[in-house]
């Protein structure tokens, strides 16, 4: 093939696991193998959260393979009725196998577990030398070995076993040339298994390290549970008031219910005097150390809860506002969510995105929190004390701003919905298209930290406007003076002393005006205003275009789902269809702009730090020159012919909803 030539024989087809060899950070960490090893540990928790394990043993053995052994149901080594190869095979070779895809009436194999990434083991195989299992079931012993991925042992009978005795045992020799590190971490290996142990009551966990010929073995058990775990995480500090722990499960959903029965969490929480916020959270067991929508709903409701207390017994200084993070500064917790379906921003799964998870952790926390609160009241009033303080101290802060800012500030544009906070860190603003759009974000936003600035109309294109006639647009002027930061030609010529906030978010209707909009406000700050996308200020929301209304099915309840545009809608309906949803059950509405969305779906969807789509703007390394010449082809005045080539030449290949 000719160098440059793009043809036929150009298309390359990964198959089986080629695409973990190819690139592996896009299915795990690749700082060292502990996350393969975690694959395998988590799918025998899986096993003991079934109920159908009481052990889970993990061996690092000196040439640095790793076994996992449990003794739960053993994976099932018959003939898979689609592939026609064993299962375990199947299991081991193929991305998107497993038990825990049948959901669709909580009946399969695993009722909650840590995900449906679907790739699980079989990255531990694809990125291993040699991967070794051997599974007790039905009174025998079988064996199979893979190499590099590839079967290099069948599956066949090695032995004999009691017909009650069953399990799973896996040994892994990690490829080092996948890995920075060849071994596994072994203090993230403990910290991991002894986070089993806690969630996992009854459930014996031991790791064992050979080293020298000899073996060194931990285990861990708890039978205080969270608590316990909590009281060693904060090693000896003694907290304000003793620890809450508690746990909710909700039973059968009655009408109108949007959770699933089993859905809810378990918690242990404490304030201290010293240190920070830091805590743990668990979803099915899966360890999320990014947090995740589980942790906010549990922050929402202390929140919720504390406040309430606060107001009723009168504790709040004159001036003084109590926000979430007084009430979370010095929190340390743990936090285990059971969730039926979990959704997690990538495969290692450290944040969970599952919307509907904010409000159900809000939910089964906020009340027990409540009541224990008005049980123990001289406790909640040290806890108060600490969110008060935490409130005074932000305060006085912010004064001090202000004084050093003085009176010099422009006015700002009247139609600008500004928020509380002076955290410049943490504030946005909102460029909404339409005063329609603009009302329905001013009830939807959180007023202490997102401002709403509504846009009527398009504004003026500026590709070739002069700086000094920019501030003649009404639009642009309060955009400018709401920003706080002037018109600069570079980066290095910028002021940005004044700048009021941490992210500017364009916000337009998903259809072609929105997107021209969106368009000329990205020449905007692009030619007059580029440090502020140098510096990774500038964003835009993608506000969904369908939303997916599915009725109950089997033991799940029914669900709102909202897709960006049509291809996500297909993969949404593919999903549905997957899951065992009637075809034809679920409606599909269709946005027609932002102001049809209500407060809740405008928030949830598109406005949530937690739950929204939100796209940074910037430019790649070295890119600058090539963005300017295509700014100029679209947005210059003089290159309409150059426009009217491009269109005809590409035009065919752009599907457009006009």
Known sequence: MAKGRYEESSIRVLKGLQPVRERPGMYTRTTDPTHIVQEAIDNAADEALAGQATRIDVRVHADGSVTVEDDGRGIPVGLHPEEKVSTVEVVFTRLHAGGKFDKKDGQGAYAFSGGLHGVGVSVTNALSRRLEVEVKRDGRVHRIVFEGGEVAEALKVV???????????????????????????????????????????????????????????QSWSYPGGLGDYLRQLADGL???????????????????????????????????DEGGATGESYVNLIPTSAGGTHEAGMRAALFDAVKTFVDHHGLLPRGARLQTEDVSAKLRFVLAARILDPQFQGQVKEKLTSRDALKLIAQVVKDPFEVWLNSHVEFGKRIAELAIAQAVTRLKSAQKVEKRRGSGVAVLPG?????????????????????????????????????????????????????????????????????????????????????RYARIIIMADADVDGSHIKVLLLTLFFRHFPALIAGGHIHVASPPLYRIDVPPSGKRPARKLYALDDAELEVIEDRLRKEGVRAGSWSVGRFKGLGEMNPEQLWETTMSPETRRVLPVRIAPGAADEAMRVFEKLMGKSEAAARREWMERDGNAVEVDV
Not at 239 to 250: D, K, M, N, R, W
Not at 255 to 270: I, M
């Open 415 to 499: 139609k600008l919905t500004d928020c509380e906070s002076d955290d410049v860190s943490r504030r946005e603003v909102f460029l909404v298209e339409g005063d329609s759009a603009g009302g329905s974000a001013k009830l939807a936003r959180d007023k202490q930290y997102q401002a709403i600035l509504p846009l009527r109309g398009k504004v003026l294109n500026t590709f070739e406007v002069d700086r000094d006639r920019l501030f003649g647009n009404t639009e642009i002027h309060d955009i400018a003076v709401a920003v706080g930061v002037d018109p600069h030609a570079f980066a290095a010529q910028a002021d940005l002393k004044g700048l």
């Open 159 to 217: 032995g004999s076993c009691g017909q009650r005795a069953s399990g799973t045992t896996l040994r892994a020799w990690p490829d080092p040339k996948y890995f920075d590190a060849p071994g596994v971490s072994v203090p993230d290996l403990v910290r991991l298994l002894r986070a089993k142990a806690v969630l996992l009551p009854g459930v014996k966990v031991t790791l064992a390290i050979e080293k020298g010929g000899e073996w060194k073995t």
């Open 238 to 272: 003694e907290p304000v008031a003793p620890i809450f722990a508690g746990e909710t499960y909700l039973g059968k959903p009655r009408d109108g219910d949007t959770y699933a029965e089993g859905e809810g969490a378990a918690w242990a929480l404490a304030w201290y």
